[in-house]
């Protein structure tokens, strides 16, 4: 069996004392006081007085008061709802929704009776709400009431609505308005049926009535000439059919043109047809006419159709033909009218040689004149309109099942507390609540719920007695030779900032003015403590122990059940490894030291942690913000920990030392050496 030299293993202890070590970290707690003043003497001759004043604290005037908000437990709606306004004119059921008050899933159905809501049916009450939510109700959605007129003659209409089941809701007749020819003073009144339009009454006076989509009205454009019968009145275009008119002549000129019936003619048109009147060549009659011998120098004419020729608008041309034999010469004819028609032919002339059996004939010539022209409109354009609903939204409210308060916020802490203040709960319907309140270091940090009470809808108001007021910080010099050689003070309270010195009444002559920097008073705590030690260069397994811990002075914490909690941590890796104190006794839990990987089982008496081979150099001791209320240890604290560091012996296998092994292999090895567990220590 192989054997070598081993080195002298590591078995030292190690005391660690407050005194000795390197402050890494420390934080300092304002108390609001002035602890001291900076005094820049300055330079001055025959000083012998100066006053001086300090700033007052802004809490002196205004304390900073904490502010808390209550939240209560999760709760649900009611089936209670209050319906402040119950609205109008809905057509339709309301949707119901509701917004707020830090819970979901409530829902409800609204119930309507002629418009207006008259209940709430909840659905589901939801759950997580800590206040009454608001009722979202939405507004009437109406439909305004439409209608065709319809035209019954030239003084009569009627009006036929065309969404009888549909508008609404009315909850009064609405304004019923004409528009349109011959409607006059035409009046209409609604008449309703469960909140609809269903019919309309007229009253009033109609004239002059067009049915809309009739010939209503024609216009002469031009009332032509020469006209001896009625010519007939047609229409065409327009897009409709049907209808008819009668023109009316005076003196061979259209005048006017009637329509039958009066109120209208013909149906369908959408646009305006046109007007076509005959020529006044249909129907109109040449006058004739023959010769009578009285001697051979005398002829007349005699018009042979004197009742029925025409229309003549200026007397025609009379002309004597010469054929066949006629004799004679010289007779000049001029027609004679009368309402339009040859009546007779007036005889002028020197008439010679004119024989009985060879007279001339006679020609009248015919009738001329201009064909008659008129336009037409289509209908009066009569239409009916109502008035909208009226409509007024619905407003309700809701109620939540009673409830307590589950926590409390701290919304400012406040500041410059001597005792906690006391908490008042007012409001949120409830009752019964009482909470307590803690503070540290002059403000408020936590509260605790003795009572949440019963009954509350909304979250109460939690006012907190008022914080003391700030007192002005005093300060009066004293001197010797000329100079400020020191001052006396009252610290005063309430200050968060430094205030300023303002220099008073001096006695003296200044050369350099002298200056005053005031400093706030306040506690320091160290929260990281560091000691470089003798380096220990562990080649085996090793166990670390904790065998003495004393603290001079030292006291529980006022703000926790539980004393300093401790951790000790490696410089370089801030690697944490706690330890407490329970009951006086500090205790390092579970973990490893310094640059260990590997966790282990807490044990009591002596503490002890197993180290891995490592190069042990340095310890850092930490004052665990996570662990305690405390956020570090006073610097007047004092304490001493003695620590124990022993390597283990290698041991010896058939083909060489453990110490030969991977480092990976140790534990394992470790559960050998140590009576084959490798926890415990």
């Known amino acids: 069996m192989s054997q070598r030299v081993i080195k002298p293993k590591i078995n030292k202890q190690i005391e660690l004392y407050r005194k000795e070590a390197t402050i890494l970290d420390s934080t300092t707690i304002l108390d609001g006081t002035i602890s001291s003043i900076v005094i820049n003497p300055g330079v001055y001759t025959g000083l012998t007085a100066m006053a001086i004043s300090i700033a007052d604290p802004p809490t002196k005037a205004t304390p900073d008061t904490a502010t808390a908000t209550a939240t209560l437990t999760g709760t649900s709606i009611t089936s209670t709802f209050t319906i402040t306004t119950a609205g109008s004119g809905y057509n339709s059921v309301p949707t119901i929704s509701f917004s707020g008050g830090g819970g979901s899933g409530a829902s409800a159905t609204a119930v309507l009776t002629t418009g207006t809501l008259t209940g709430i049916t909840l659905v589901s009450g939801g759950s997580g709400y800590t206040s009454a939510p608001t009722i979202v109700i939405s507004p009437p959605v109406t439909e305004t009431a439409t209608g065709v007129v319809n035209v019954l003659s030239a003084t009569s209409l009627s009006v036929t609505p065309t969404n009888p089941t549909t508008n609404g809701y009315y909850s009064s007749a609405p304004t019923v308005s004409f528009t349109g020819t011959g409607t006059g003073s035409t009046t209409g009144t609604a008449v309703l049926t469960s909140g609809r339009v269903t019919s309309v009454t007229i009253g009033g006076t109609s004239s002059g009535l067009i049915i809309p989509t009739s010939v209503g009205t024609i216009t002469i454009g031009g009332g032509g000439t020469g006209y001896n019968v009625i010519p007939n009145v047609a229409f065409t275009g327009g897009g409709g059919s049907g209808a008819t008119a009668t023109a009316v002549l005076t003196a061979g000129v259209v005048t006017s043109i009637t329509l039958s019936p009066a109120y209208g003619t013909g149906l369908n048109y959408t646009s305006a047809p046109t007007v076509v009147i005959d020529p006044p060549s249909t129907g109109a009659v040449q006058a004739t006419g023959t010769v009578v011998f009285v001697s051979a120098s005398s002829i007349t004419v005699t018009v042979s159709n004197t009742a029925t020729n025409g229309y003549y608008t200026s007397a025609p041309v009379v002309t004597f033909n010469y054929i066949n034999g006629a004799t004679g010469t010289g007779a000049v004819g001029t027609a004679v009218l009368t309402s339009g028609r040859v009546t007779s032919v007036t005889m002028s002339g020197t008439m010679t040689g004119y024989a009985a059996g060879t007279l001339p004939t006679v020609t009248i010539a015919a009738p001329s004149g201009t064909q008659a022209t008129a336009t037409c409109i289509v209908g009066g354009a009569i239409t009916v309109s109502f008035a909208a609903p009226t409509t007024t939204q619905a407003v309700a409210t809701s109620a939540l099942t009673g409830t307590s308060i589950s926590s409390v916020s701290l919304t400012n802490a406040g500041w410059y507390y001597t005792t906690a203040p006391l908490v008042s709960v007012t409001g949120g319907a409830g009752s019964g609540a009482f909470i307590t309140s803690t503070i540290k270091d002059g403000k408020v ?226 559960a050998q050496n140590y009576g084959g567990s490798y926890y415990g220590y």
């Open 445 to 670: 940090i936590s509260f605790n719920i003795v009572s949440g009470g019963t009954g509350y809808t909304s979250s109460p108001t939690l006012t907190l007695t008022d914080a003391p007021a700030g007192v002005a910080a005093t300060a009066t010099l004293t001197f010797a030779g000329s100079k400020i050689s020191g001052y006396t003070m009252t610290g005063g309270s309430g200050y968060k900032t430094a205030p300023t010195i303002t220099i008073g009444t001096t006695t003296g002559t200044s050369v350099t003015a002298a200056t005053f920097q005031t400093v706030l008073g306040g506690t320091t705590y160290v929260k990281k403590f560091s000691w470089d030690i003798q380096p220990l260069s562990l080649d085996e397994c090793g166990i670390m122990r904790v065998l003495k811990r004393t603290y001079s002075p030292f006291s529980v914490s006022t703000t926790s059940s539980q004393p300093y909690k401790i951790s000790v941590c490696d410089i370089q890796t801030n690697v944490s490894h706690r330890t407490i104190v329970p009951s006086g006794s500090p205790y390092i839990p579970k973990s490893g030291v310094l640059e260990c990987e590997y966790p282990f089982y807490q044990v009591s008496e002596p503490i002890s942690l197993l180290l891995t081979p490592q190069n042990l150099n340095r310890i850092v001791l930490r004052i665990d913000e996570d662990m305690s209320a405390d956020i570090g240890l006073k610097t007047n604290t004092d304490f001493m920990i003695l620590l124990h560091v022993e390597e283990k012996e290698p041991e010896f296998i058939e083909y060489g030392a453990r110490n030969n092994i991977q480092v990976h292999q140790q534990p394992a090895l470790a």
